[in-house]
Structures are given as structure tokens and as C-alpha cells.
């Protein structure tokens, strides 16, 4: 049996001061629409940063009783410090924020455009174990058009950080629409998280699925519409 859980995110009429407030108002694991972080979060460089990292990683190895002088483990915190800094937490960084560039629509393509199944490799911020899956986007151009490969690079972007998979989807979609200008967003996100199946429930079968619909994608044809790309 396929299990899934869809956790429908605010619609676009809310602004993003909106969905902090609603979100906080209640027990949801989902706090925010910002990834927390402290105020003086960049003022390490990476360098110092990996550093630290690798230094208390070790002091975690050692508590748990490993032998840190052994050839195998000798290097795992400096590597685990740099895979940290450089790749799968790179996105807590602005600095590492894709550079977007628009161009002019000058098709003329007024339909909505669908990037799907762009792979992503994301970390649960409660377990530190990854998540992985697939995110689709869909925007309809409002006059200027984002090369495609764009919309890979700021899924990427935002899924290198500690995540919970409502506020990626719903990170994702507040950039595109600042972006592109527009409220006619649509993401959807489909992932496994290893936090259930590789310990606590263990269900290997279960699927978490989130969405964001602004603009014309709140109406229920547009929706229809979309699914019937993605199930292409
Ligand atoms: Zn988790």
C-alpha cells in the first residue's frame, strides 16, 4: 500500500508575514517560512566554520567510543565538516544563492511552462537524515521568461540546509514569485524521508507530498491542467 500524506501549504493571497504568523499560531512542526537562524549566523568564515565543525564532530565520535587514530575514521570529521559547509548545508550561505537572470518572452508563450521532476537531495532538520525526491514548478511568464536550468538551481538552492519539506516548498515558491513577478506559481513536492523509513515508524512506503498554488493555479482546471503534465 502507498501511503501519502499531502500537506497543502497557504495560498499565495497571504503575504509571507501572513504565513509566519499562521503557521506559529499552532503546534506545527512548520514554523516559519525562514530557515531559523542566528543574527550573527555569517560572521564565521567557512573556512573557521569548517574548522569548529570538524573539531566537535570529533568530540562526537569519541564520546560514542570511536578510535579516531584509525585509518578509516582519522579523516571523517574534516570530511564531514567540509560535505557540511561546501554541499549539503551549502544553501544556509546567501552568498551561494543562485545568480538569476531573466530574459524578455519574446515567444509569446503564454501558457503555463512546467519544469517536473527536478531531483533534490534535502536534510530533515529535526533528524539530520535526508530526504530525497522529485519537486515540479510551473509559473506562467508575466512577461519575462527564467532559463530553465534556473529553476533547478534555486530548488537546489534551498534544499542544501537543514529543511522541513513545508517550508522548501513553500521557500521555493516566495522566490519565484518575487522572481518572475508573479502569483501564478505552482510546486509541488514529492519525497521520502529517511527519518521514516530508515529508523522511528520504519514505513519504507510512505511518501510526504506538499504543494504551493498561487494565481490562476488556485483555479481548479489550471490544477487539472498541471496534474495532467505530470502524469505524462
Ligand atoms: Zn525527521
Do not use: W
Not at 10 to 27: H, K, Q, R, Y
Not at 111 to 138: D, R, W
Amino acid at each position: 500500500m502507498k501511503l501519502k500524506t499531502t500537506n497543502s501549504t497557504p495560498t499565495n493571497s497571504n503575504t509571507i508575514s501572513d504565513l509566519s504568523i499562521d503557521e506559529m499560531g499552532d503546534d506545527h512542526i512548520y514554523n516559519g517560512l525562514e530557515t531559523p537562524m542566528k543574527a550573527d549566523a555569517h560572521t564565521l568564515s567557512d573556512t573557521e566554520k569548517k574548522e569548529k565543525i570538524s573539531a566537535l564532530f570529533e568530540q562526537i565520535m569519541d564520546v560514542m567510543g570511536m578510535d579516531l587514530t584509525d585509518d578509516s575514521l582519522k579523516d571523517t570529521p574534516k570530511r564531514v565538516a567540509k560535505m557540511y559547509i561546501e554541499e549539503i548545508f551549502s544553501g544556509l550561505n546567501p552568498e551561494n544563492k543562485p545568480k538569476i537572470s531573466l530574459f524578455e518572452n519574446k515567444y509569446q508563450y503564454n501558457q503555463m511552462l512546467v519544469e517536473k521532476n527536478i531531483t533534490f537531495y534535502s536534510n530533515c532538520e529535526h533528524h539530520f537524515v535526508p530526504f530525497t525526491g522529485h519537486a515540479h514548478i510551473a509559473y506562467v511568464s508575466s512577461g519575462k521568461v527564467i532559463g530553465l536550468s534556473k529553476l533547478n538551481r534555486i530548488v537546489q538552492y534551498y534544499a542544501k540546509r537543514p529543511q522541513v519539506q513545508e517550508r522548501l516548498t513553500n521557500q521555493i515558491a516566495m522566490d519565484l514569485k518575487m522572481i518572475l513577478n508573479t502569483e501564478d506559481i505552482a510546486v509541488i513536492i514529492d519525497a521520502k524521508h529517511l527519518c521514516v523509513s530508515s529508523r522511528g515508524i520504519k514505513d519504507t512506503t510512505s511518501a510526504t507530498v506538499t504543494s504551493y498554488y498561487g494565481g490562476v493555479f488556485k483555479q481548479p482546471h489550471k490544477i487539472t491542467e498541471l496534474q495532467s503534465y505530470l502524469n505524462r
